[in-house]
């Protein structure tokens, strides 16, 4: 993510004044039609921190490798099974901060929630793992925004909409543009059930490429 002498080569590639354009973290030549790196999920346009190897990141889920997380919506529930879930789902305070941990529908995160993901191997949820941000975890909410209604869009147009919405929605929350920044966005799009049952929305988060924990917030931070 840092400006480097082949940043130039990336956006000529974003401005289509080339048919391919190379990720600077992995080197994987990708079609010029698509926003992000089919190997390492780097987004197009973006340059790796200063200091990192220029691997392709080992994600822990192929979800998170590729930054990318499909969202559904929660089946309804009843009795001990919802009642359980009350007992362990996260809270907040009067102003709205999450002040216990626990588990938190999707839907319901907010700009400036900290959560990690669940333990699986899916490459959909419903949930996360809501945390105060003084905890340890991964992830930050930075931004969320419905897509206009219609059909269900391709991944390449979802992808058009977090290139167009999330990259300015980074700068002004961490402070800092995307392609100068050691962040990196993972972002969470709905399936096609979930689209088609009115839930349009794309949310945008901040996390370490690197996946280290995070300790405290990230907005304003400027790194």
Not at 32 to 38: A, K, N, P
Not at 46 to 56: I, W
Not at 58 to 69: D, E, H, S, T, V
Request: some cysteine.
């Amino acid at each position: 993510m840092r400006a480097t002498p082949l940043k130039d080569r990336v956006l000529a590639a974003q401005n289509g004044l080339m048919d391919r354009w190379t990720c600077l973290r992995c080197f994987t030549a990708n079609d010029d039609s698509v926003m992000e790196c089919t190997n390492c999920g780097l987004l197009r346009g973006a340059t790796p921190p200063a200091g990192t190897e220029q691997v392709p990141v080992q994600g822990a889920r192929a979800g998170r490798a590729r930054g990318i997380l499909r969202r559904f919506l929660p089946l309804l529930i009843f009795g001990a099974i919802a009642f359980g879930g009350y007992l362990f789902a996260a809270q907040r305070g009067d102003n709205g901060e999450i002040t216990q941990g626990g588990s938190l529908p999707i839907a319901d995160v907010r700009v400036g929630d900290c959560f990690d993901l669940p333990e699986s191997e899916s490459e959909e949820t419903n949930t996360v793992d809501a945390r105060p941000c003084d905890e340890a975890h991964q992830f930050e909410m930075m931004f969320a925004s419905d897509m206009p209604a219609g059909d269900y869009p391709a991944e390449s147009t979802f992808e058009a909409f977090v290139a167009d919405a999330c990259l300015p929605a980074f700068e002004a929350y961490v402070g800092l543009a995307y392609e100068d920044s050691g962040l990196d966005i993972f972002w969470f799009y709905p399936t096609e059930d979930s689209w088609n049952a009115d839930d349009q929305s794309v949310q945008c988060a901040v996390y370490d490429p690197l996946e280290s924990e995070l300790t405290e917030s990230v907005e304003h931070a400027n790194r």
